[in-house]
């Protein structure tokens, strides 16, 4: 609607980041390991960046004016 997408860096990151966890802890942990790095990268940091994301682009495009 708005011929951009402001979650794409988010969810390469994320990707990238759950990849890591899954690869190191599940090394170390097993599938606990792997359960948990991807509940905090999934769960709490993609939430809060998706979450940050969402409230600034929804203030910036309804600030805009039409004309």
């Known amino acids: 609607a708005h011929k951009e997408e402001p979650f794409l860096f988010n969810s390469i990151v994320i990707g990238i980041l759950t990849a890591l966890?899954?690869?190191f802890?599940?090394?170390a942990y097993g599938a606990i390991g792997m359960?948990?790095?991807t509940f905090f990268?999934?769960?709490l940091l993609?939430?809060?960046w998706g979450t940050w994301i969402f409230v600034t682009k929804r203030r910036e495009w309804h600030s805009k004016r039409l004309i």
Do not use: T
């Open 35 to 37: 359960a948990v790095g």
């Open 21 to 23: 966890s899954a690869y």
């Open 46 to 48: 993609s939430l809060g």
């Open 41 to 43: 990268i999934g769960g």
């Open 25 to 27: 802890l599940g090394r």
